[in-house]
């Protein structure tokens, strides 16, 4: 983790895609991944259309509950307030990833193996479920977070 983004990363995983399933949606494939450690796993929905994958591709995701930098709440402004660094806004965490949503954690499960916890989220319908170690992902009990993900 950064230490330039204070507490704000939640989540910080290195990723290689195991899995791509495109046979539902037109612009949307569902992608599994075991992380580098193999310690975690995760499904996410990814629009295909903005944001290409393939198998075998690493991927860089980061859980976060801010995008300032410094860590700082967005006091209530949403991420389109923030401004894009590039553009005369101030410089973001999503300056720094190629693929960025915000979403609400809504379901907390044990996992099967009782070591290991499960956590679901939901950005505007494009899902993303994470298991691992109970230390990886408590600090996830929070309502509201960013996605951020780059190879």
């Known amino acids: 983790m950064a230490s330039s983004s204070g ?25 599994g991944g075991t992380s580098h450690d193999s310690q975690s796993i995760m499904t996410l ?9 393939a198998v075998g591709e690493p991927l860089h995701m980061v859980l976060a509950s801010s995008l300032a930098l410094d860590g700082s709440k967005d006091d209530g402004r949403g991420w389109r307030d923030l401004g894009r660094g590039g553009q005369g806004g101030e410089a973001t965490l999503a300056d720094m990833f190629d ?16 070591q290991s916890i499960k956590c679901f989220v939901s ?13 990886k992902l408590t600090p996830l009990r ?3 977070v960013y996605l951020l993900v780059k190879k």
């Open 7 to 31: 507490d704000s990363q939640l989540f910080d995983e290195h990723f290689t895609i195991t899995s791509l399933d495109q046979s539902k949606y037109d612009r949307v494939s569902r992608i």
């Open 99 to 114: 693929y960025v949503c915000h979403g609400k954690i809504y379901k907390f499960e044990d996992g099967e193996d009782g």
């Open 123 to 135: 950005f505007g319908g494009l899902l993303l479920a994470l298991e691992g170690p109970y230390k």
């Open 142 to 144: 929070v309502d509201y």
């Open 45 to 53: 929905d990814v629009n295909t259309e903005l944001y290409p994958c």
